[in-house]
């Protein structure tokens, strides 16, 4: 990008043209697991830095090289780190970013009724730890609650959002556990609980058949 400004001179009284412009220059290749192609492929190691112009020549730097990663395959940037992170690791930070979001959905389903009762604390404490494979204390299940509580997010535009990068396994998982904290309290489900689970089936684009197969194996799960 190249910004100009246009000055009068003494020798020339009509203009001189002066701006910026990035130049960017290529200091290596290699291979490296791409997380946007969730494949491995060839890079660019870059660095990108600003200079003053002249007459659209550029002179003096004017500020910090930047180095960065640049994908041949989507033409993604990343920061240089990328270049650390293999398939195995990328995955894993995937499936732990899962487990996140599906108890935070957890949570926000239990608090649709606007309370949490000592029941619905230790069912969650008990299906984060059993389903999910995420042990959760009571202090951080304290703060996911305060926060939900705060930001007033609805349960079914948070799973919105995040549920476009999770797999079909792991909707049906996220369905059982928001289905498990709906019904913790040992009470028949609110009529506001029970239309936000059919809303769940839809945003998670499962069929009734899912949908059903999802809630008859969360049943296992009854003893949490």
């Known amino acids: 990008m190249v910004e100009l400004v246009a000055l009068p001179s003494k020798l020339n009284p009509k203009m001189i043209l002066i701006g910026t412009m990035n130049l960017t220059r ?8 791409c997380p946007t192609c969730s494949a ?21 730097p004017i500020g910090g090289s930047e180095t960065f990663v640049n994908c041949d395959g989507c033409r993604s940037n990343w920061d240089v780190t990328v270049l650390e992170m293999d398939r195995a690791s990328h995955e894993q930070v995937q499936e ?3 487990r996140d979001e599906a108890i935070r959905s957890a949570v926000l389903m239990t608090l649709i009724d606007d309370t949490i009762t000592e029941q619905e604390i230790e069912s969650l404490q008990s299906l984060s730890d059993t389903l999910f494979d995420r042990p959760l204390d009571r202090e951080e299940l ?3 609650s305060s926060i939900a509580r705060q930001s007033g997010i609805q349960a079914s535009n948070y799973v919105m959002s995040v549920s476009k990068r999770w797999t079909r396994p792991q909707r049906m998982l996220a369905l059982q556990g928001m289905f498990l904290a709906a019904t913790a309290s040992g009470e028949d489900l609110s009529p506001k609980k ?31």
């Open 26 to 33: 290529t200091r290596d290749r290699g291979d490296f697991y």
């Open 40 to 60: 491995s492929q060839a890079y660019r190691l870059r660095t990108r830095r600003p200079f003053l112009t002249l007459y659209f020549i550029p002179t003096v």
């Open 96 to 98: 732990d970013q899962f």
């Open 142 to 144: 304290g703060r996911l």
């Open 194 to 224: 029970m239309q936000t689970l059919k809303v769940m089936r839809d945003l998670l684009e499962l069929t009734n058949e899912e949908f059903q197969i999802a809630i008859d194996d969360s049943l296992e799960y009854e003893a949490v």
